[in-house]
């Protein structure tokens, strides 16, 4: 999943607890579907959308959604800008060091590859690849020995296959494989990469409270069998 690599802790400054406010603000990106989008009423649509809704009603708090841009997501959260993080954010350790996580609610999900179509024999190894900032499809690029070029958006490191300026997209497969489908002129390729854990819910690492409830609501879900029918539908990964 996507994943922003922090470098620093210095942004950990103490926040309002979540329960003691009357509303819990639910942040996201609004910018990658199927994990979240803005739908036509303008409002934000998707699974963890629907997942957040239904979290928030079974941990017995009101929420209400806010958007923010992907580079900031994690210190906006710090800052007490909003109360939880809902935006296909994998858990990791370098994340952990500066906020805490409920458990996951997606299985890995692979990341692949998408290109022009017919450039399935492309040479990855020399190639020049896109990816979102500080994600960790970004970093495996980076560590591959392909050249790799950064954009603020999902929707920028497509139009940059499409224009040329990069020879492929690495990003959740989740999210390319309807761009592929949707159009003649690019594709993905049979090559997926397995980088990253599940997707969770990112908190302040103050507000345990909160973390407790979200943890048995997503627990509740999962043993109830609702989880799965929300990635099924959604076509998010492998059930659990």
Known sequence: ???????????????????????VRMGTEGA???????????????????LGDELCKRAEVTCEW???????????LVSGNYDTIMAGMS????????????????????????????NEGIDLGGAVIAAQTGTIQAAFVAE?????????????????????EADAVLADKSYLAPVADESDDVMLLE????????????LRQSDTELKEKF??????????????ELLVKWEIGAPF
């Open 144 to 164: 591959s020995g392909a050249t790799l070029v950064e954009y603020a958006t999902p929707d920028e490191t497509v139009a940059a296959v499409r224009n040329g």
């Open 191 to 202: 090559q997926d990469e397995m980088i990253g854990g599940g997707v969770g819910m990112g």
């Open 32 to 50: 990658y579907p199927p994990y979240n989008f803005i739908n036509d009423a303008g409002e934000v649509d998707g699974f963890e959308r629907e």
């Open 66 to 76: 806010v958007t923010n841009d992907w580079d900031s997501i994690i210190p906006n």
């Open 91 to 118: 858990i990791t350790p370098e994340r952990e060091e500066v906020i805490g996580f409920t458990q996951n609610y997606t299985q890995p999900d692979p990341s692949s590859y998408l290109v022009l179509s017919g």
């Open 1 to 23: 999943m996507k994943s922003i690599l922090l470098g620093t802790a210095a942004l950990a400054m103490t926040a309002t607890v979540a329960l003691a406010q009357d509303t």
């Open 215 to 228: 943890d048995a609501a997503i627990q509740s879900m999962k043993d109830d069998g609702s989880l799965n």
